[in-house]
């Protein structure tokens, strides 16, 4: 195995009868090689829980082991050793940071064996991180979708990992410190952060995590003698606030690669397409959606959907795919709605038209004097004064025209500034929030649809109010 | 072949594979395979994006293969490579699937392990979209004679800077039409995507000083643009789908057996059922002079008012034809020319002394008003009538 020679996270076993190892400048050691190791790869944070096994031969007494990382984003302050085997016969006696070598540090063991001893090393490194991604692919038809996801593993932390464990954590955690930040720096300016106490949290919390997470499954040995090598299945266990998805088997990683696994899939998801004019969250443009839902019901709903890209392809019918959209989604919990957007579509034109504007309602104030007079009331007005509050009509007619093979559904938002009524009698409206108003609305194959409404608003000494009120009323073109 | 993306397969030994060591093979010495484009399909069918789709033939061998798509010198988007298994070689039973893309540093590639249960050629899928591969759209139109109809080439223009040939490769244009071209590195194809004859066309004439603007303020002569417009509708033999934007070359038929320019604008985007309209350049034969006949306001109470214009048009055609002229106005911008802005919206009606005729009702809006006027072709002995009309709008709640 030459690509031990390229590791750069290196542990030597110092032969040496005196602890002055640091002394000398002739030095022997041996490098016991890892046995196993296990990546636990955070994606909120640029941060990688490292848990290695190395078999050291200890004898009876003092042995010094060194661990170095040169190169390599290792956060000195979390590198932990711990005795898997013979763990009552072996102590950490010491541990000693070097001044001159920053990325080095030495334990004195003391051993109360002559033999050997599995040991795990623990620490965090920078550099690793992983994401998902989405691939769908929607029928021709439009209704349901193959849906895959995918996570991709970065490499890029200065390290070969070889024949690793991998497992990636879906959630967020608290992170006080950029671990790359601290990678950088020497142990002594380490120390004299105040931050220790945050820096231990964190170290421990994410450690107690990992250890209440069972072992993944050993790798499936018995594909030597089935007739196909399967693909691997990616494990997923929901853990505290956390979903841990474990890789089965191990995975290779060279420093700088990276290496994208699928992590699920689903056959046939149905789904929903939708037309939304949204001018808060898609721009003033009527844009088509397709409404995916993370349950059981649409064959999903095992696992929180971590946030990735999403990729939308259609079956364009004639043996191909069409490009449709790529989107980023946020973290979609189970139960929650997966909602890309596809942007607009030449077949479905929205048209908001202006109809016609009067006033009414007019008041009048006389000046300088605190009295109002309503136009065309039974008072007369003065010459001398000047109009202190109306009301504005605006009728409108909100035009879809749809040129697809089928029926569509159009969902509505407008949002209103100041005192105002909205009038008309398209069903099913309602209030979104005190200002919006929302309505859905089907149109046929073919067809074209006017929706008629009436925007009254309050100006002036008219306007009372902040919000907008919806009454049904008939509106004429 | 092409020139840069390019698919290589190699295997590694079963035993390696099988142990659970999933070591990529770097060796330095492997063999491999280049297999060959056997069928490429561009779609073009998104308005922003160019989705490319290829297929080869891979040689896999039972157990798992090493496939390499490397792409140097292009703009392949390498998130969104799909690599999916079309179908093994006819008479083999060979299933394949994907294990897992590996990318390594620095380079425009990846590689993909693929499990296969047997040894046999198999028909892969990649697809890709492709950056620099882009597509424009123009037109050329011939009208008759008599203006009344005109036939409508629609051509689309894909031009290749993506730095890669493509052999014979289907071109999906949208709206399910299909070409079977190669296309070069930096070649630009020029095809027919569609040609239809007869087309009815109306040849407007309008006045809007609005839009338009006058062709003598000091005269009050109004700008009279002329256009073609082309109704994207079923019944004109188009309205299948939306016409792109693009620019129009517009032609007449002499008459002669030849076609005269008669210049170019550009088309704008048209949904089915909308209308193209195309400028042809400003009437010299049709003249509008527009002057304001009256101006009244009357105080409703203290600053409140209603205002009473009447505008005054008279129409020379000078033409040897009839023509329709639309005579369009916005009532805000008559507000702002002769009160002022008073940021308000206009609240508005015709009034009776109206002689335009009646306001096109599909057409009228709050902030547009059309009317159509049809006008005689001049006298035999070339003097052209000067019809009047008037335009009576009424503003109300002005202040």
């Given amino acids: 195995m030459n690509t031990i020679m390229r590791y750069t996270a290196a542990f030597a076993v110092l032969l040496l009868t005196a602890v002055s190892a640091q002394a000398k400048n002739i030095d022997l050691s041996t490098v016991p090689s890892r046995a196993t190791v296990q990546l636990t790869i955070y994606n909120s944070e640029d941060l990688t829980l490292v848990r290695e096994t190395r078999v050291v031969s200890f004898k009876k007494g003092v042995n010094p082991l060194q661990f170095s990382w040169a190169n390599t984003l290792i956060d000195p302050t979390s590198v932990e050793l711990r005795f898997i085997t013979n763990a009552d016969k072996l102590e950490v006696a010491d541990t000693t940071f070097p001044h001159d070598k920053p990325q080095m540090l030495y334990w004195n063991v003391q051993s109360a064996i002559d033999g050997d001893a ?6 965090f490194t920078s550099g690793i991180s992983w994401r998902a991604d989405y691939v769908g692919v929607a029928s021709a038809d439009e209704t349901r979708m193959k849906l895959e996801n995918f996570v991709r593993v970065i490499n890029n932390s200065g390290e ?4 690793a464990q991998v497992r990636l954590v879906v959630g967020t955690i608290n992170l006080v410190e950029k671990i790359a930040a601290l990678a950088q720096v020497p142990m002594s300016e380490v120390g004299r952060m105040d931050a220790d106490q945050f820096k231990a949290t964190r170290r421990s919390a994410a450690r107690q995590m990992m250890q209440r997470v069972p072992a993944a499954p050993a790798p499936a040995m018995a594909g030597a003698v089935s007739e196909m090598v399967e693909e691997k299945q990616v494990i997923k266990e929901g853990l505290s606030e956390y979903f841990i998805y474990t890789i089965d088997g191990t995975e290779t990683i060279p420093n700088g690669w990276s290496k994208r696994m699928r992590s699920f899939e689903a056959l046939d998801v149905p789904f929903k397409v939708q037309y939304r004019y949204r001018p808060m969250e898609y721009g003033d443009r009527l844009v088509r959606m397709y409404i995916l839902t993370n349950d059981e019901k649409s064959k999903l709903g095992t696992t929180p959907m971590p946030d990735g890209i999403v990729r939308i392809f259609r079956d364009n019918g004639r043996d191909g795919l069409s490009f449709l959209a790529a989107q980023q989604t946020k973290y979609i919990p189970i139960g929650d709605k997966i909602e890309v957007n596809l942007g607009e579509d030449p077949e479905v034109i929205f048209e908001l038209i202006k109809l016609r504007v009067s006033r009414g309602n ?15 009331g039974p008072a007369e007005i003065e010459v001398n004064s000047n109009v202190a509050g109306w009301d504005e009509h605006a009728v409108f007619t909100q035009r879809i025209r749809n040129y697809t093979a ?59 109010q902040n919000n907008v009120t919806l009454q049904k009323a008939d509106v004429n073109p | 072949m092409s020139r840069r993306i390019r698919l290589a397969c190699w295997t590694m030994t079963l035993a390696l594979a099988l142990a659970g ?6 060796a330095r010495i492997k063999l491999i395979t280049l297999p060959v484009r056997e069928r490429v399909e561009i779609q073009l069918d998104n308005p922003n994006t160019t989705l490319v789709e290829e297929e080869r033939i891979v ?3 039972k157990g798992v293969n090493q496939v390499d798509f490397s792409w140097a010198g292009t703009a392949i988007d390498p998130e969104t490579i799909v690599f999916r298994v079309i179908a093994p070689e006819q008479g083999k039973n060979l299933d394949a699937k994907v294990l897992s893309v590996s990318y390594p540093p620095n380079e425009q590639s990846l590689v993909w392990q693929v499990a296969s249960s047997d040894s046999g050629g198999t028909r892969v899928r990649i697809s890709y979209v492709l950056g620099n591969l882009s597509k424009s759209f123009n037109y050329r139109a011939v009208a008759a004679r008599d203006e009344k109809s005109l036939s409508l080439w629609q051509y689309i223009r894909v031009q290749n800077l993506a730095n890669e040939e493509f052999g014979s490769t289907g071109l999906w244009a949208g709206f399910g039409r299909r070409f079977l071209k190669p296309i070069g590195v930096n070649e630009t194809k020029q095809l027919l995507m569609e040609k239809v004859e007869q087309v009815p066309v109306t040849k407007t004439y309008t006045c809007n000083p609005a839009e338009f603007d006058y062709l003598d303020r000091a005269q009050n002569k109004l700008r009279v643009p002329m256009h073609y417009v082309v109704k994207n509708a079923k019944a004109n033999r188009l309205g299948t789908a939306a016409m792109p934007a693009g620019k129009v070359r517009i032609f007449q038929d002499d008459g002669k057996g030849t076609t005269a320019f008669l210049g170019e604008d550009w088309g704008r985007f048209t949904p089915i059922d909308d209308e193209m309209r195309l400028y042809l350049g400003v009437a010299q034969d049709i003249v509008v002079k527009r002057t304001t006949e009256s101006n009244n306001r009357t105080r409703i109470a203290g600053n409140l008012y209603n205002q009473e214009i009447v505008l005054k048009y008279e129409i020379e055609n000078f033409k040897d034809q ?27 009606e015709l009034g009776p ?5 009646d306001a096109d009702k599909e057409k009228t809006t709050q902030d547009k008003v059309l009317f159509h006027v049809n006008l005689p072709a001049r006298a035999k002995d070339g003097k052209a009538e000067k019809a009047t009309y008037l335009l009576h709008v009424i503003l109300h709640n002005e202040w």
């Fill in chain 2, 21 to 26: 060591t999933a070591t990529p093979a770097w």
């Fill in chain 2, 59 to 61: 040689p896999l061998v």
């Fill in chain 1, 362 to 376: 007019i008041w009048m104030q006389i000046n300088g004097m605190n009295v109002f007079k309503q136009i065309g």
């Fill in chain 2, 353 to 357: 002394k109206t002689t335009l005729g």
């Fill in chain 2, 322 to 348: 009839p023509v329709t002229l639309d005579v369009a106005e916005s009532v805000a911008y008559i507000r702002r020319e002769l009160i002022g802005d008073t940021g308000r919206e206009v609240q508005w």
């Fill in chain 1, 118 to 123: 599995t040991v795990e090393i623990t620490y």
């Fill in chain 1, 160 to 163: 070969d990992y070889e024949d």
């Fill in chain 1, 406 to 464: 089928k029926q569509i559904e159009v969902e509505v938002r407008r949002s209103y500034d100041g005192h105002v009524t909205y009038r008309s009698t398209i069903p099913g409206i309602k209030l979104f929030d005190f200002r919006t108003v929302e309505f859905t609305t089907t149109v046929d194959a073919g067809k074209r649809v006017d929706l008629l409404h009436e925007v009254v608003t309050s100006q002036g000494r008219n306007a009372k």
